[in-house]
């Protein structure tokens, strides 16, 4: 057991007792509650980009429309709660998906780190940071699915049901193995690359940004599978027109944007838990 004694302000000591297993089980839990507060401030920030982003990618009477007049058609016809659409379904999941993500990534990453050989390709790229971010994406894919497929589908102003709630599931996994793997290469690479290091905030956009540059196409092919607007359509044939009709990147726009503000502010949020969390853990040793 470890004990430290600290004196409150009415000169009352207290004495804190806590295991170096239980020590070992809150540090777990950091990335977790890390995790979550980057998902519940993700949602408040980005959800009326990511609404027009949907409907631009899997609505069809948005297809051909740019951002601007995606949003001023909402915005006039439904107004602010419009923009907001399927908000609550990815608020409700966000925080636990996003929890499961960077919760999985901190623990397979610690495992790799004590039960196998390091190595960088050309120098730079940690397989040990790639792995746990694909564990990460996973964990996430496999949570988000039912309530991302809710959420677009309420975007896009069409029917779901029980049935149909792992629609697209496929494709999402590996859109989000995909998007969590680069997120953590590209986190692990630029920082060290630029003088000073980046903020927080601009941490979370850059390298949100670029991990969602990557695997762009496969959001679009997930949005349309999920939006009921293509039936019938495997995701090889939605990923075949797209690139013949040049939509891989349709949405990119304002997703772009939606990412910037919303992982930028997420990630301070993020960085602040862990902080705070190294700096309290260690004083209940």
């Excluded at 196998?116 to 894919?141: M, N, S, T, Y």
């Excluded at 991302?148 to 989000?176: C, I, P, Y």
């Amino acid at each position: 057991m470890a004990e430290v004694t600290q004196t409150q302000p009415n000169s009352v000591e207290v004495s804190v007792q806590v295991s170096r297993q239980t020590e070992t089980l809150l540090r777990g839990c950091v990335g977790f509650a890390a995790g979550a507060a980057y998902g519940l401030t993700s949602v408040v920030v980005g959800q009326p980009l990511d609404t027009i982003k949907t409907r631009m990618q899997a609505r069809p009477d948005s297809c051909r429309k740019n951002a601007f007049r995606v949003a001023i058609d909402l915005g006039r016809s439904q107004g602010l709660p419009g923009l907001y659409r399927g908000g609550l379904p990815v608020f409700l999941g966000g925080t636990m998906f996003r929890s499961a993500q960077f919760g999985f990534y901190e623990l397979t990453l610690k495992h790799l780190r004590t039960g196998a050989p390091e190595h960088k390709f050309f120098g730079i790229l940690d397989w040990q940071v790639a792995l746990a971010g694909v564990a990460g994406g996973l964990a996430r894919g496999v949570i988000e699915a039912p309530f991302d497929l809710v959420k677009v589908t309420r975007q896009v102003e069409q029917k779901w049901s029980k049935k149909s709630l792992f629609e697209g599931s496929s494709v999402t996994l590996a859109r989000n193995a995909g998007l969590f793997c680069c997120f953590s290469i590209y986190r692990d690479i630029i920082p060290p690359l630029i003088p000073g290091g980046l903020s927080p905030f601009w941490m979370g956009a850059l390298c949100s940004n670029l991990a969602w540059l990557t695997v762009w196409p496969l959001d679009v092919i997930k949005s349309q599978r999920q939006s009921g607007n293509y039936k019938g359509s495997t995701s090889w044939a939605l990923l075949m027109h797209a690139s013949r009709s040049g939509t891989l990147f349709r949405g990119v726009v304002p997703g772009i944007a939606r990412s910037t503000v919303a992982n930028g502010c997420a990630m301070v949020a993020y960085k602040k838990l862990e902080q705070l969390a190294e700096v309290q853990l260690p004083q209940w040793r």
